[in-house]
C-alpha cells in the first residue's frame, strides 16, 4: 500500500505562482509512476503532468505546458508540481497520484492512451484557487 499526502494548495491571483508538494510513504518500490490531476467544478477529472520516477520522462497537458514543471525527489520521496503563471482556469482541486507503468513507454502515449487506469494510488487533494 502506497500513502500520499498533498500540500501546498492556496489562493493566489493571476500570474501568481504555487508549488504543489506529494509526499509518498509506504510500499513506494512498488511504484514507479506518478502524477498530478486536477477536477474544476462541474468539470471531469483531467491529467495534469505526469513522470517516471526512474528516468526523466515527462508529459505535461497542452494547456500548463511551459508553466508548470512537475518534479520528484528520490531521497525524500516527494512528488512536486511547480506552478507559474496562473490563470483562472487552472483553478480546481489537484490530486496527486501513483501507479506502475513500463518505463519504456513515453508518457506522451501511456497517459493520453490510458488515463487514470495506470494510477492506483491517490491522495485527498488540495484546493488550488485563482483569481483573476
Known amino acids: 500500500q502506497v500513502h500520499l499526502v498533498e500540500s501546498g494548495g492556496g489562493s493566489v491571483q493571476a500570474g501568481g505562482s504555487l508549488r504543489l508538494s506529494c509526499a509518498a510513504s509506504g510500499a513506494t518500490n512498488s511504484i514507479n509512476l506518478m502524477g498530478w490531476f486536477r477536477q474544476a467544478p462541474g468539470k471531469e477529472r483531467e491529467e495534469v503532468a505526469a513522470?517516471?520516477?526512474?528516468?526523466?520522462?515527462?508529459y505535461y497537458r497542452d494547456s500548463v505546458k511551459g508553466r508548470f514543471t512537475i518534479s520528484f525527489d528520490n531521497a525524500k520521496n516527494t512528488l512536486y508540481l511547480q506552478m507559474n503563471s496562473l490563470k483562472p482556469e487552472d483553478t480546481g482541486a489537484y490530486s496527486c497520484?501513483?501507479?506502475?507503468?513500463?518505463?519504456?513507454?513515453?508518457?506522451?502515449?501511456?497517459?493520453?492512451?490510458?488515463?487514470?487506469?495506470?494510477?492506483?494510488?491517490w491522495g485527498q487533494g488540495t484546493q488550488v484557487t485563482v483569481s483573476s
Open positions: 497520484a501513483a501507479g506502475s507503468y513500463n518505463p519504456s513507454i513515453p508518457l506522451k502515449v501511456v497517459v493520453p492512451a490510458f488515463g487514470f487506469a495506470n494510477f492506483g494510488y
Open positions: 513522470l517516471y520516477t526512474v528516468n526523466t520522462n515527462t
